[in-house]
C-alpha cells in the first residue's frame, strides 16, 4: 500500500490525557496561541478515491523538529461519512481524540483510524490538529497545527443517456449502451436486430405472436402459435376461428341459425338468434318468439298489446285471469285486474262492489256511483243526470255535481246571486260581490252598490265631476265666489263673478265692479251716469283737468276751466291784458256749452246726487 503524505498548516493542537474535540480546524490555544512552524499534521490515505460505503485506512501524523516535544495528541473530524478509533486513539462523539499522550519516536507519533464513505457520491474533507509537548504542565513550549485531506467518493457509474442505468462494473446496473436511452436492462426486447435489453441476446423476445390458419380463412387457432419478428408462412395475426378445419367457418361467415354450427364463431347458442339468452321452444327452449328479444320467458308482460312477451300462451286481453276479457278492450269484464269481478260473479249485496258487472250494487241509478248512504259519493242515487262526474245546472235549486255547494253562488265567493236572494251583482266572478273593495272608474261595479264612477256619491259622475272626493263640489253646486275653489265645475275664475274676463280687485285683477259684466278696466266709459265703467276713479271730469263738470264751463276741453264768476287771473297768457276776467274764462258763460244750465246739473254731480261709484 502506498501511503499518500499530505502536510497541514498548524493552528490548534493539544496532547493532555483527555483529549479534546472540536478543534479539528481550529487547533488548541492551549498549546499555544498560534501555529507553530516547528509542528507539522499530515494525514496519509492509500487512495483519495472511493466507491461508496467503502472503509478506507487514515492515518494520522503529528511530527515536529524541537527536541523538548516529547509526546503527541489530535482532535480529527470529517465532513461526511463515518470514523472509527485505531490504537492509541478513541472515538469521542464523532470525533477521533488520543486516548492518553503518546510518546514521539524520532519526533512524530501516528495515529491510524478507519473512515468509511457515506453512500452519497461528492467530495469529503477531513480535518485534523496536533499538537507536540514538552509535558510541563503548562502551554509554554508546545506547538500545533492543522491539517486536512479531500477524499472523493464515486461509484465508478454513469448514467450518459438519462434512463436510470449505469453503465460500468461492479455496482453500476449495467447499462450496456449509455448512449441509447431506449437500450438498458429494463427496455423491452423488439424486433430491431440489436439487443434492447442488455441480456447478450438479440431480437429473442419481442416478436408478435402469430397463429396458424390451417383452412386458409384468414382467421388462426388460438392453440397454434409462433413468435417471430415476420410472419412465418401458414400464420395470421387474427386468432379467432373457432374451427380452423373449416373455411366456412370464422368470425368473418354469415351466421346460418338452428343447424347446430357456429359459422360466425360468436360462442353464443345457434337455437337463439335473438340473442335474449333463451332457445327457441321449438328446439326444445322456452323462447316462443325466437326473432324477437323482448319477448321469452323472463320477459315482462305488457297487457292489451295482443303480445305474449312472458311466453305464457295466457289470454294478453285478461288479465286477471278470469276468462273474460276486458270491457277496455272489447270484453265484459268490467274489473281486469280482479279476478273475482266479471259477469256471473257472486254479487254480495251491501258490500258496495259490483262483482257481477251489472252495473248495479249500492248505485239505484245506474250512474255509476254509489249512494252516499252506502259509503259511496252519489248524493242523489235515484236520479242519473246527479253523481259527481255531472256538469252542475246554477240556479235551479239542484246540485247537479254533489259537490255541496251553493246552487246561487256560480263563483263560490260566498255571496249567493240575486236570484238566489243574494246580493251577488256579477255571480260569474268571485271577485265581485258586496264585500270587494271598489276600484273606481274601471267600469266594474266591485262591491255592487250600483257606482263605479261617482266616489264620494253626489250623484255627479267621474267624467263630469272635477273634484270626485268631495260631495260639496259638483256641476249643481251652488258656486261660493272668492273662495278660491271652483264649487260648480264650470272652469270659471273664482275671482270674476260678473264674467267679463277681469278679476275683482280682491283677486289681485282691475275689476271694480265684479258684479257688472259692464265695469271693468276695458269697458267704455259713459260720463256723468255716476257709473265708473272703465274702473278708472273718474266719471264727471272728461277732460282731465282737476275741474269737474259741474264747475267747468267746458269738460272736453282742459284748457277751459272758468267756473263763470271766478276771480281774474293774475297771469295772463302772453298778449293778454289785465282785463279783469279771468284768462282762461270760457266766452259767454251764460250761453256758452256749459253754461248755466249744465253748471247746475254739474252742481248736483258733483255734490254726489247723481254719482254712482263702486270702490
Known amino acids: 500500500m502506498t501511503l499518500l503524505l499530505i502536510s497541514l498548516l498548524s493552528t490548534d493542537a493539544f496532547a493532555n490525557n483527555a483529549g479534546k474535540t472540536g478543534v479539528s480546524q481550529a487547533g488548541c490555544s492551549c498549546h499555544g496561541n498560534a501555529a507553530d512552524s516547528t509542528t507539522t499534521s499530515a494525514f496519509s490515505v492509500s487512495s483519495t478515491t472511493v466507491e461508496p460505503g467503502d472503509a478506507l485506512l487514515v492515518n494520522f501524523v503529528v511530527s515536529t523538529t524541537s527536541g523538548s516535544r516529547s509526546s503527541a495528541g489530535l482532535d480529527v473530524s470529517a465532513s461526511g461519512g463515518t470514523l472509527a478509533a485505531g490504537s492509541n486513539n478513541r472515538l469521542s462523539g464523532s470525533d477521533i481524540t488520543h486516548s492518553s499522550r503518546q510518546s514521539m519516536t524520532s519526533g512524530s507519533v501516528t495515529f491510524p483510524m478507519t473512515w468509511t464513505a457515506p453512500a452519497a457520491e461528492g467530495t469529503y474533507t477531513i480535518y485534523g490538529a496536533g499538537n507536540a509537548v514538552n509535558g510541563n504542565g503548562g502551554s509554554s513550549g508546545d506547538g500545533w497545527s492543522l491539517g486536512s485531506i479531500q477524499i472523493t467518493v464515486d461509484d465508478g457509474c454513469d448514467d450518459v443517456d438519462g434512463d436510470g442505468y449505469s453503465a460500468g462494473t461492479g455496482s453500476c446496473t449495467g447499462d450496456c449502451d449509455d448512449a441509447d436511452a431506449s437500450v438498458n436492462p429494463g427496455a423491452a426486447e423488439v424486433c430491431d436486430a440489436a439487443d434492447n435489453n442488455c441480456d447478450g441476446n438479440i431480437d429473442e423476445s419481442g416478436g408478435t405472436v402469430w397463429y396458424a390458419d390451417a383452412d386458409g380463412d384468414g382467421y388462426g387457432n388460438r392453440q397454434s402459435t409462433a413468435v417471430d419478428c415476420s410472419v412465418p408462412t401458414g400464420y395470421v395475426a387474427n386468432p379467432d376461428d373457432c374451427n380452423d378445419a373449416d373455411d366456412t367457418v370464422s368470425p368473418g361467415d354469415s351466421?346460418?341459425?338452428?343447424?347446430?354450427?357456429?359459422?360466425?364463431?360468436?360462442?353464443?347458442?345457434?337455437?337463439?338468434?335473438?340473442?335474449?339468452?333463451?332457445?327457441?321452444?321449438?328446439?326444445?327452449?322456452?323462447?316462443?318468439?325466437?326473432?324477437?328479444?323482448?319477448?321469452?320467458s323472463g320477459a315482462a308482460e305488457v297487457w292489451y298489446d295482443g303480445v305474449d312477451q312472458n311466453c305464457d300462451g295466457a289470454n294478453d286481453y285478461d288479465q286477471d285471469g278470469?276468462?273474460?276479457?276486458?270491457?277496455?278492450?272489447?270484453?265484459?269484464?268490467?274489473?281486469?285486474?280482479?279476478?273475482?269481478?266479471?259477469?256471473?260473479?257472486?254479487?254480495?249485496?251491501?258490500d258496495g262492489i259490483d262483482q257481477d258487472c251489472s252495473g248495479s250494487t249500492a248505485d239505484a241509478d245506474g250512474d255509476g256511483f254509489d249512494d252516499v248512504a252506502a259509503g259511496g259519493t252519489d248524493c242523489n242515487d235515484n236520479d242519473v243526470a246527479i253523481n259527481p262526474r255531472a256538469t252542475e245546472i246554477w240556479y235551479d235549486g239542484v246540485d247537479q255535481n254533489c259537490d255541496g255547494a251553493n246552487d246561487y253562488d256560480q263563483d263560490l265567493d260566498g255571496v249567493a246571486a240575486a236570484s238566489g236572494g243574494g246580493a251577488d251583482c256579477d255571480d260569474t266572478n268571485g271577485a265581485i260581490n258586496p264585500s270587494a273593495t271598489e276600484v273606481w272608474y274601471d267600469n266594474v261595479d266591485q262591491n255592487c252598490d250600483g257606482?263605479?264612477?261617482?266616489?264620494?256619491?253626489?250623484?255627479?259622475?267621474?267624467?263630469?265631476?272635477?273634484?270626485?272626493?268631495?260631495?260639496?263640489?259638483?256641476?249643481?253646486?251652488?258656486?261660493?265666489?272668492?273662495?278660491?275653489?271652483?264649487?260648480?265645475?264650470?272652469?270659471?275664475?273664482?275671482?270674476?263673478?260678473?264674467?267679463?274676463?277681469?278679476?275683482?280687485?280682491?283677486?289681485?285683477?282691475?275689476?271694480?265692479?265684479?258684479?257688472?259684466?259692464a265695469v271693468n278696466s276695458n269697458a267704455a266709459e259713459v260720463w256723468y251716469d255716476g257709473v265708473d265703467q272703465n274702473c278708472d276713479g273718474n266719471d264727471d271730469d272728461q277732460d282731465g283737468d282737476g275741474v269737474v263738470n259741474g264747475t267747468d264751463c267746458n269738460d272736453s276741453d282742459a284748457t277751459l276751466t272758468d267756473n263763470c264768476g271766478g276771480a281774474d287771473d293774475s297771469d295772463p297768457p302772453t298778449g293778454d291784458s289785465n282785463d279783469g276776467k279771468d284768462d282762461n274764462a270760457c266766452s259767454g258763460c251764460a250761453s256758452s256749452t256749459g253754461g248755466s244750465g249744465l253748471a247746475l246739473l254739474g252742481g248736483l254731480f258733483g255734490l254726489g246726487l247723481l254719482r254712482r261709484r263702486r270702490a
Request: net charge negative.
Open 322 to 350: 278470469d276468462l273474460h276479457d276486458s270491457a277496455q278492450e272489447g270484453g265484459d269484464d268490467c274489473n281486469d285486474t280482479d279476478s273475482s269481478i266479471y259477469p256471473g260473479a257472486p254479487d254480495p249485496a251491501g
Open 255 to 296: 351466421e346460418v341459425w338452428y343447424d347446430g354450427v357456429d359459422q360466425d364463431c360468436s360462442g353464443t347458442s345457434d337455437f337463439d338468434a335473438d340473442g335474449d339468452g333463451e332457445d327457441a321452444d321449438f328446439a326444445g327452449g322456452t323462447d316462443c318468439n325466437d326473432t324477437a328479444s323482448t319477448v321469452n
Open 451 to 517: 257606482n263605479d264612477d261617482d266616489q264620494d256619491g253626489d250623484g255627479a259622475a267621474q267624467d263630469s265631476d272635477c273634484n270626485d272626493t268631495d260631495p260639496a263640489i259638483k256641476p249643481t253646486a251652488t258656486e261660493i265666489w272668492y273662495d278660491g275653489v271652483d264649487q260648480n265645475c264650470d272652469g270659471a275664475n273664482d275671482y270674476d263673478q260678473d264674467g267679463d274676463n277681469e278679476a275683482t280687485e280682491a283677486g289681485g285683477g282691475t275689476d271694480c265692479d265684479d258684479t257688472d259684466s
